[in-house]
């Protein structure tokens, strides 16, 4: 079998203000929000076959420089439904925390999921599991939700992205980014 090829997907060109009425419309017109993590994008690849090497690609289709952590690898194993070929999911990873956000699956058991929407594709991530390694990114579905994601101090969260959740494939502009800045919350 072969490797798995990276998959282009969606990077936000468009950006918003940190402003609760903003959030309140775009959520209004059917959109979720996501909190924004600052780290690696990664677009990991792992083949039903165990023997095959997981592959994490930048957002930019070259495979990073540090591969993923052999817990990592055994947690995404653990909780991903991988019974055929090759499955893609899309994730910020910080490399010296060891964790993975999960934000979006692109490739299931060998069928790439452009034709669906990213509530569809969402729906596909495993989202009922324990691990030090892996979460999956919430959906927002409140401006008040948004409202703490951009005042919560953490470093590793960098602002908001909002997400069409119809349009079908993985479009750039399928997705909205609001950073947080300390001007901004001023």
């Avoid at 059917?30 to 990991?44: E, F, L, N, S, T």
């Avoid at 008040?144 to 908001?160: K, N």
Wanted: hydrophobic share 40%; glycine share 4%; net charge positive.
């Amino acid at each position: 079998m072969r490797a798995s090829a990276f998959i282009k997907t969606a990077h936000p060109k468009k950006e918003i203000k940190v402003d609760i009425s903003a959030f309140r419309r775009i959520l209004e017109e059917g959109w979720w929000g996501q909190c924004k993590i600052h780290g690696h994008r990664a677009q990991i690849h792992l083949s039903a076959n165990p023997a095959e090497k997981c592959l994490a690609f930048n957002r930019h289709g070259q495979l990073h420089a540090k591969e993923l952590d052999t817990e990592i690898i055994t947690e995404l194993r653990r909780i991903l439904d991988l019974q055929k070929g090759w499955s893609a999911i899309e994730a910020e990873w910080l490399k010296p925390e060891k964790k993975l956000f999960l934000f979006d699956y692109i490739k299931a058991n060998d069928v790439i999921l452009a034709t669906l929407g990213y509530e569809e594709r969402y729906q596909l991530l495993p989202r009922a599991y324990l691990s030090p390694h892996i979460a999956t990114l919430a959906v927002l579905r409140t401006a008040e939700d948004c409202m703490a994601v951009i005042r919560d101090p953490a470093a590793h969260i960098e602002g908001l992205l909002f997400k069409s959740r119809f349009s079908q494939g993985f479009s750039n502009h399928s997705m909205i980014r609001c950073r947080k800045s300390a001007t901004r919350l001023q």
